[in-house]
């Protein structure tokens, strides 16, 4: 059994088309499909039906795609070792993340890179939904996702996670706003108010949503964006109130918008490290999430630690 076929069944299972298998492996889809069938012949078991135009695992492909993580994780591993005593910690990683979580980690992390000459780190804006995120680890070595508090991950038991840091959200409003004066709001007081949001399902919006329900209402969301610094600028504007991350919009709050904290509602984001298992054990890759978790550390306990409240953000 060719461990490079078994390879193509799990990129068949992850990404669902042989067209998306091909480009993905730089291969043409006769060449996965002629692989694909010898693969079956060797076993003598169907793998592949063809659906319409396309195809899709049986029973027995989905068994040995599931099993092939096992077995490119153990290859991979023994790969490492061999790389670990001949040249160390060396190669190219290509690193997708959100811009939020960027222009929080990357800075530092960067710098911290510098120590690894033999590493070279592509890396890529990607903003997706939060469901989204696990699918980058197909064409990423190291994805930096985020997930809200209290809503269940889809299932990414076939992923390797490491858990970065924990982001409060927290109440942006203008300075002019009646609770501006205030550290502390609860849900009764902001639930109401016309709100800036982001798109439905990243994981602010996931939280919004989850705030509403618990109130029994509605959210009047006025403007969606991506775009963080956007949203502060519509709130110093007085265009309505946001959730925002606390450690990458408190630096931005002075003499522009009052940050106030949540009472009684658990609100944040998870941002994490997710990779492929067999990607994960590659020694530059080890390095890349060890380097981005220092940074995760030093970066919230300095935020923590400078967090401007609402007396200083008012002066």
Do not use: Y
Request: charged share 25%.
């Amino acid at each position: 059994m060719d461990v490079q076929h078994l390879e193509l069944l799990r990129e068949l299972d992850e990404r669902g088309s042989v067209t998306a298998v091909a480009a993905a492996t730089h291969r043409s889809p006769s060449a996965v499909s002629q692989q694909l069938k010898t693969l079956q012949r060797q076993l003598g078991v169907e793998l592949v039906q063809r659906v319409g135009r396309g195809v899709r695992l049986t029973e027995a492909g989905q068994a040995l795609a599931r099993a092939s993580l096992a077995v490119s994780t153990a290859v991979a591993e023994a790969e490492a070792t061999l790389e670990a005593v001949r040249t160390g910690a060396t190669g190219v990683v290509r690193l997708a993340v959100f811009p939020s979580a960027a222009e929080l980690l990357l800075p530092g992390f960067v710098t911290r890179m510098r120590a690894h000459a033999g590493i070279e780190v592509e890396i890529d804006d990607r903003d997706v939904s939060e469901d989204e995120f696990a699918r980058l680890t197909a064409d990423f070595d190291v994805v930096v996702g985020h997930r809200s508090d209290g809503v269940a991950p889809p299932d990414r038991s076939r992923l390797a996670i490491v858990a970065l840091l924990r982001e409060p959200l927290e109440v942006a409003m203008p300075l002019d706003h009646p609770l501006a004066g205030r550290e502390r709001v609860t849900l009764g007081d902001v639930i109401g108010e016309p709100w800036i949001g982001v798109p439905v399902g990243f994981p602010i919006d996931r939280v919004l949503t989850a705030m509403a329900l618990r109130a029994g209402v509605t959210p009047d969301v006025v403007h969606r964006s991506l775009h963080l610094p956007l949203l502060e600028n519509m709130v110093a504007a007085g265009h309505g109130i946001a959730l925002v991350p606390r450690h990458t919009s408190a630096g931005r709050a002075r003499g522009r918008f009052h940050l106030a904290t949540l009472e009684e509602v658990r609100a944040g984001r998870h941002i994490e490290a997710l990779m492929r298992p067999d990607r994960a054990v590659r020694p530059a890759v080890r390095v890349v999430v060890d380097e981005l978790l220092a940074e995760a550390r030093v970066t919230e306990a300095a935020s923590e630690e400078a967090r401007i409240r609402p007396e200083s953000a008012s002066a």
